[in-house]
Structure formats: structure tokens, C-alpha cells
């Protein structure tokens, strides 16, 4: 199946965090100026060689984790935008990765640091940025918290031409039942991110359908725990997210064992276009 007939496919900088090496944190409690970090070895790949890394895969979109950005300043958004037209990719998402709305002290602290990183966001040319909804246990006071505070972001980013996803990332929302409850307190201007690796359990399969009406992008995560794409695991995923109506953009995540991360990201990528390849065959 050619590129053009499958959905849109991204690649998130988390994939090839081997291949990058650095890392360049910076949280709400560590707000400081960025410095390099070898978090996952010296790496072999600079940031700025990454559109073109992602090109020569046939993929034209890519994400970027907040940690991989080893400078926030307008020259070097210049330089990264330059990489990516020079490549033909699009910056589909910045992920910031860090703070809590949803904390009864820091909320406002975190708050504020989010919306400095959605205005970087906005300086990369990114199209969205993905928040964290919130960690604390899903109350009904945290859960409104989460949306007062995703409200507030989702506005603050639309006024910069930065939508704002989030997704069932850690303690607040554990399934469809909590987010469906925050979704439902939300306005336009906040979107869900789909993420195949952040469900699990029994009601796997039927939780993805029951909440991917909302998402308007997806991170596709293969099982690789065995070291080989659980191939069955991704059917039933895809499957799921067509079920709902979801036709991407499907952003591939690898982070399995394996140090060979672009070999691996192929094999996602093959295994989305042949099951759309199929989908359509078996339509038509």
C-alpha cells in the first residue's frame, strides 16, 4: 500500500531516544536553563538531523518529547524549522512531558510552566502540544480541577495556533468512565490523544473503542516486551481505533528492547500500511 492511501504516520523522538542520546530536562521544580544530559548515551543522531531521519523512513510528520530540545531560543526554532522544510516533514506534536494540574499547591506553578512550553511549542511551528491531564487520584473535585486547568490551556494555545491534546496518561484517568467525564467538560479547543500503550488489562480492546471517538491523533504503540512485534496485540488495537471511526494520524512509538529503533519503527510502519492495505481490500 502506498504512503498516500494510508493514514498520516509521525514518529516521536521518545523512538529513537537511543539514537539522540541526550536528554535536556526541564520540570516545573527544575525550571532551568537547558543542559545536556546522557541519559540514554552521547547518542549518534543531533535533533536537527532528525526530519531528515524520519524522511528517509517515508514518514512525514514527527513529535518531540520537551526533554529533547537542547534550546528554546528563537534561533535554533529557526534552524529546526529549517530541517524539517528542508526534509518535507511537518512538527505534528511538542510532548510536553512534565507538571500536574491537578495538584492542590503547584497547580498554578505548573500551570504557568506548561503554558511557557506551549509558547515554545508555537515558536517550533508545532501544530498541537500534548499535556498531561493531571496525577491525582480521579476524584470529581480532581477531575474538574483537570478541566478548569485544560480549558485554560486549550484557550491560551489556540490563541498561538497550538491545539491541545492530552491522553489517559497516569493516575486520573484509568478508563473510559473518568475521561469520558472530562471530555465532557471540555470545549473544542482541547483533543484527545489515542495512545495504544497506555491501556491494558481484559477490557483492553473494548476500552480503545469506547474512547476513540475522541481522538483526533494516536500514539501506536507495538508490544515489543518479547522482543518481537505481538502481532495479534496491534491487529486488535487498529482494529479497535477503526471500530471508532479514528483514521489517524498514527504516531509510531517503539520501546522495546531492541537497540535497533529504526528497524523496528519499519516494522510498525509496514504493519499499519499492510492492515489498511487490507482494510481496503477487503471494501472493495
Known sequence: ???????????????????????????????????????????????????????????????????????????????????????????????????????????????????????????FGAEQARVIAGRAPPTRDALDLSAAGLTRLGHYGEARGVRIVTENWYELLPGPRELRYLFDRLDETVTLNGDFGNWSGPTKYADLEAIFDLA??????????NGILHAEDYRRCLDAADAAGFRGPYTLIYDGPDEDEFANLLLERDFIRRHYENVRASVS
Not at 529513537?16 to 521544580?29: C, E, F, M, V
Not at 549518534?44 to 537542547?70: K, N, T, W, Y
Not at 483526533?216 to 515489543?224: P, Q, V
Request: aromatic share 8%; charged share 25%.
Open 216 to 225: 483526533t491523533c494516536c500514539h501506536a504503540k507495538a508490544d515489543f516486551s
Open 1 to 123: 500500500m502506498s504512503a498516500e492511501k494510508s493514514p498520516a504516520l509521525a514518529v516521536s523522538s521518545w523512538s529513537l531516544h537511543r539514537a539522540l542520546g541526550l536528554t535536556y530536562p526541564n520540570r516545573p521544580d527544575h525550571d532551568v536553563a537547558l543542559a545536556p544530559e546522557p541519559t540514554f548515551g552521547p547518542g549518534r543522531l543531533d535533533l536537527l538531523d532528525l526530519p531528515a531521519a524520519v524522511a528517509a523512513l517515508d514518514i512525514g510528520r514527527i513529535e518531540l518529547c520537551s526533554f529533547h530540545l537542547p534550546s528554546r531560543d528563537a534561533d535554533y526554532a529557526d534552524q529546526f524549522k529549517a530541517a524539517l522544510e528542508k526534509a518535507g516533514v511537518v512538527l505534528q506534536t511538542l510532548l510536553i512531558e512534565y507538571g500536574d494540574i491537578t495538584h492542590p499547591t503547584t497547580r498554578e506553578r505548573d500551570l504557568a510552566w506548561i503554558e511557557s512550553w506551549i509558547d515554545t511549542a508555537a515558536l
